[in-house]
């Protein structure tokens, strides 16, 4: 494939309208709305064929997705506070946002697997899902020790009873109970209309990249640096990862596109209360303003190539 | 007419903190508050309130003197350091004094 997916142009679009400072903005109810949709939707998606066919190895799987997401938060920590300098508190939040993952990427992902015909395995929502957890508490105890300080049971709260999580999963829990006759008459809106949401959800993300652009001019080469190489390297172990897990292409490409991205809702949330020292216009310039656009513009393309590579 | 006086807080900070915002008044015995969506711009950014993890909150809290001053120190000493906030305290003409300890 050669152009770009059209949903990724609805990307472009927004950063061309922030650029230019349209007069654009999706009401905040509206973006709310089409995010609860694609969260809805890709766990009724897993759900259903979780239903129908689940590996027998799923424990071990998961064992190794979140040893995996635990390794590459602490691998981006050693980076950015050895290397790039950072103190502490920022390195830490940082690494807890590349360690998670982002759905919007991954639903980037799963359109562009769904464009080129290849299938992936269903227990890719429940490494989504896991994913988003274990990097935020390595980030925090990175940032503060295992001491007193940390509201321990508030962080836990936030972090798996935060929208995506919860939403993932009750869609999962549907699907799976559903199945794929029990969900006909409501997969005109979940199912039918999922490229259609994931347009209007990346056209503000676009303009919601653009105001946090501005970051990176004040942060510096080195941050910008990191978010651009962090993925490429976290792409290439994930997909070493789902090759050595045994999972076919479909799933090498998405779990290196989890590998790669960072997390830009859940992280933000829970490092803001638990990392208050932490700058979040640091994170979030790196992982939305960055890695985000660099991941579904060249990245997913480029996993793509490496788990053809892996599997050829 | 002259009517009793009491203190009004208005406290513009991030959404973040609402949650706990809300905790600290409870301890510290306050029991009404208004919570209102807020943009604007200051030495820590721009917020422009369409999204919801770059919002600003306005909170106001109308008491006495006494509370208003506790309230005030709790903010100081807990957010300021870390969080964007700022704060203003006025002499504000109630009509109920009863309402407002």
Redesign the interface.
């Known amino acids: 494939m050669s152009t770009l997916d059209p949903v990724v142009l609805f990307f472009v679009l927004g950063v061309a309208a922030g650029l230019a400072r349209a007069d654009l ?2 009401p ?1 109810a509206i ?2 709305f089409v995010s609860m949709l694609l969260l809805l939707s890709i766990g009724m998606k897993g759900g259903v064929e979780l239903a129908r066919h689940s590996s027998s190895r799923l424990a071990a799987e998961l064992a190794a997705v979140i040893a995996m997401g635990m390794a590459l938060a602490l691998l981006a920590f050693i980076v950015l506070r050895y290397l790039g300098r950072f103190d502490r508190a920022n390195a830490a939040a940082i690494a807890a946002h590349y360690g998670s993952v982002s759905v919007g990427t991954f639903a980037v992902g799963v359109a562009y697997l769904g464009r080129a015909g290849i299938s992936y395995e269903p227990q890719m929502i429940l490494f989504l899902v896991v994913l988003e957890v274990p990097a935020i508490l390595i980030g925090v105890v990175l940032a503060r020790g295992f001491g007193p300080g940390t509201e321990w049971g508030r962080l836990l709260h936030e972090v798996f009873l935060g929208r995506g999580v919860f939403l993932l999963l009750g869609g999962l829990a549907i699907g799976w109970a559903a199945g794929q006759d029990g969900l006909e008459g409501l997969s005109p809106l979940f199912v039918d209309l999922f490229k259609g949401v994931l347009a209007l959800f990346l056209l503000e993300m676009g303009l ?1 990249a653009t ?1 946090h652009m501005g970051g990176f001019r004040r942060h510096g080469a080195l941050l910008a640096t990191f978010a651009l190489v962090a993925p490429v390297v976290f792409g290439a172990i994930g997909a070493v990862v789902g090759f050595a897990i045994g999972l076919s292409i479909g799933g090498t490409v998405l779990l290196a596109t989890l590998a790669a991205s960072a997390s ?2 859940a992280a ?2 829970a490092m ?2 638990a990392i ?2 932490a700058n979040p ?1 640091l994170s ?1 310039t790196a992982a939305l303003a960055i890695s985000f656009p660099f991941n579904i513009l060249v990245g997913i393309p480029l996993y793509s190539r490496i788990a053809h590579w892996l599997h050829a | 007419m002259e009517h009793p006086t009491r203190k009004l807080v208005t406290i513009i900070t ?1 959404a ?2 609402e949650r ?1 915002l809300t905790r600290d008044l409870e301890l510290l015995g306050i029991d009404g508050y208004t919570f209102s969506d807020a943009r604007g711009r200051g030495t820590r ?1 721009r917020r ?7 919002q600003n909150v306005r909170l106001e809290v109308l008491c006495d003197a006494a509370l208003a001053a506790r309230l005030i120190e709790h903010l100081r000493q807990r957010y300021y ?3 964007a906030m700022v704060l203003w305290l006025q002499d504000v003409e109630v009509l109920r004094p009863e309402k407002f300890r």
């Open positions: 903005r999706l905040p973006y709310d919601i105001e830009y809702i933000p949330a803001r209360t208050p020292q216009a979030l | 991030e973040a903190l706990d950014g422009a309130s369409t999204w919801e993890h770059n350091d870390d969080y």
